[in-house]
């Protein structure tokens, strides 16, 4: 195999590996806790925006 074929075939793993950690992380979805997080900010943006 020549040093550009080498070359593709690390990029194709590279690529493969990729591919497979962002379906993973999607796969996780977001912690309960981030959840809540977000929801306590929802409410304190409705709190501010009744008071303008």
Known sequence: ???QGQ???HE???DENL??????AL???IPDRFKSLLEQLKE?????????
């Open 44 to 52: 304190q943006d409705r709190g501010q925006g009744k008071s303008r």
């Open 1 to 3: 195999m020549t040093s």
């Open 27 to 29: 796969d996780e979805g």
């Open 19 to 24: 591919r497979r950690v962002y379906e993973e």
């Open 7 to 9: 070359n593709k075939s």
């Open 12 to 14: 194709g793993v590279i």
